[in-house]
């Protein structure tokens, strides 16, 4: 099948859906990008995203404007549009978490959305994050709300989203995937559409459940590992040694792999996954003492970043002004949700202190924002080092000591460990994780 005949559509045009949409129009085929965010919709029809991935060396942007100009990629927000032109859908919408619970609002609605257009022969691929069951406990019954069946009139998979964002379109190409499919039929079709873009290996799983469950874990090991060494960088603190000389000497030894601290962890996957798992695991009655810990010491890294300020905050907090560097939730990223930033931010405001943060990348406004590196720093008491962009410029420490508070010794948390090995100008402290 010439391949402007495999028509597409993604619902959900976030940081997954918008370079999924992409990677299989780049590749010849028809797609259609459904969003509720009418807004969203009207700026990716104009050719704007705010994200930051690129692919060969052309942007999102150019990708974006070239994709839309050929008339192989349109985005609308009107879902039976989409499911009357295309036989293969992606669902992307995922579950928001808040206070710990999973909302599922939006994948029922996208679901229904789905269902009200839904065709004999289709393909429905559900791309994001479960709560384990959920494709076979929610996803399917709502389609099947239509008075198709699965397995009979429509094909359903469900299959893991591993990329990272800055990294998409690269990794949709080359990362393994996983498929389960309602039956061998389904998950079949699954990987042929899924390998117009994905070159490495798409292994099937038995059932919709290994794959959800395999995708929630790959997000939870990420976050016991990381609270592993971000335990250990308090220990470090407290015995005086280099936490990351520790992690750099230990991981010589040949079956250890540490990976560095940090002042929290956020993004939608890794915060939210063990929130994903415990609903299930209620219900059937199974407590995780280990993943709960481990999430609970990574909540309480952004309180060790703020006791860092505060020790070496000179003026009272009432009075006091740090600058935050970088609020996205990892380095180069334009996502600040969840981001550990957003828990300091509001921890140090709490004790009296003003905050100005600058992150150039990132395109949500707050009270904070800051419009420049200078306007961030300017007459602060001391900096705090969250985030690595490009627009942020570490190059010059006189400089920046300069723009300071210069009266009370000012100070920098580095809790990126950016400046490590750099030469510190007289007269400024800074301080590691
Ligand atoms: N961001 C990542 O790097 C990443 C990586 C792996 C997996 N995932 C998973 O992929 C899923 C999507 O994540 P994301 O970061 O792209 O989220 P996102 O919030 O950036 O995008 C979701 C989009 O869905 C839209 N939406 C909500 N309800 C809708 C509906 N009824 N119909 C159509 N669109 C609707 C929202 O407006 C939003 O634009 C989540 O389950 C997430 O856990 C994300």
Do not use: W
């Amino acid at each position: 099948m010439s391949r402007e005949n495999i028509r597409v559509a993604v619902f959900g045009l976030g940081f997954v859906g918008l370079p999924l949409a992409l990677s299989f129009a780049m590749r010849g085929c028809t797609v259609c990008g459904v969003d509720v965010n009418e807004e969203l919709v009207e700026e990716i029809n104009s050719g704007v995203t705010y994200h930051q991935e690129s692919y060969r060396g052309l942007g999102i942007r150019e990708i974006l404007r070239r994709e839309l100009d050929a008339g192989r990629f349109s985005a609308t927000g009107r879902p039976g549009e989409a499911m009357a032109s295309c036989d293969n859908i992606i669902i992307t919408v995922g579950l928001p978490v808040s206070d710990g619970v999973p909302y599922y609002g939006h994948l029922e609605d996208c679901v229904r959305a789905v269902a009200a257009g839904l065709k004999k022969g289709d393909l429905v691929v559900v791309r994001g994050t479960m709560v384990p069951g959920m494709t076979r406990g929610l996803v399917l019954p709502l389609l099947e709300e239509s008075g198709l069946k699965a397995g009979e009139d429509f094909y359903l998979a469900y299959s893991s989203e591993r990329i990272a964002e800055g990294k998409a379109f690269e990794e949709f190409e080359n990362m393994p995937g996983l498929v389960g499919g309602y039956d061998e039929k389904a998950a079949l079709r699954a990987r042929e559409l899924l390998s117009v873009v994905t070159r490495a290996e798409l292994a099937l799983a038995s059932c919709f459940e290994v794959v959800e469950t395999a995708k929630v874990v790959e997000n939870v090991s990420r976050d016991v590992n990381i609270a592993l060494v971000n335990e250990l960088a308090v220990f470090c603190k407290a015995v005086g040694i280099d936490v990351f000389e520790v992690i750099a000497l230990a991981n010589t030894h040949k079956r250890v792999s540490l990976l560095v601290p940090g002042p929290g962890v956020g993004g939608y996957c890794i915060p939210n996954a063990l929130h994903y798992l415990t609903p299930k695991a209620g219900e059937l009655g199974v407590d995780l003492p280990l993943m709960k810990t481990a999430r609970q010491v990574n909540e309480e890294m952004p309180a060790h970043v703020v006791s860092l300020v505060m020790k070496n905050l000179r003026v009272p907090p009432s009075v006091g002004r740090v600058a935050v560097l970088g609020i996205a939730m990892k380095d180069y990223s334009s996502d600040d949700r969840c981001s550990p930033a957003h828990r300091i931010i509001n921890l140090l405001e709490r004790a009296g202190l003003e905050v100005r943060a600058f992150d150039p990348a990132v395109p949500a406004r707050y009270h904070f924002s800051a419009d420049s590196l200078e306007k961030a720093l300017e007459g602060a008491h001391g900096a705090l080092i969250l985030a690595r962009q490009e627009g942020i410029d570490l190059s010059d420490l006189e400089r920046i000591a300069g723009m300071l508070n210069g009266g009370i010794t000012p100070f920098i948390i580095d809790a990126k460990n950016i400046l490590r090995g750099r030469k510190i100008p007289p007269g400024l402290v800074v301080e590691g994780l």
